[in-house]
């Protein structure tokens, strides 16, 4: 089988600990194109953190507190526009941020929907 533009393969070893004790270890394998000879391990390592980090920071949050994966959309073209804006909303938390600094952003996104109108002002001005 041929991949076109395949230079690396990493493999990446995690293993976690649960509060209770218990361990878990985990394998993941990527594959890239970036030379071998350019890019350090050190650096591929952070690439790869760097990815994972988008999943961590901003998909978690929309599931977690917006419950973004259990909305089931069966009209064609739905779920796009409902993650399109949820993540606009998301991101126009994080640069308004129009709450008390380190309120998390979804005590700021609920102060907003009790105060619509500080929610229209910040969005118009």
Known sequence: MKFPGLRLV??????TRAPDGTRTCETRYFATSLDPDVVSAAQLLGLIRGHWSVENNLHFEKDRWWDEDRHVCHRPGL???FTTLLSGAVSAL???????PGEPLKAQADALNWDIDKAVNLLIR
């Open 94 to 100: 994080r640069v308004l941020n129009p709450g008390a």
């Open 79 to 81: 779920a796009e526009r």
């Open 10 to 15: 990493a493999r990446v070893d995690r293993q």
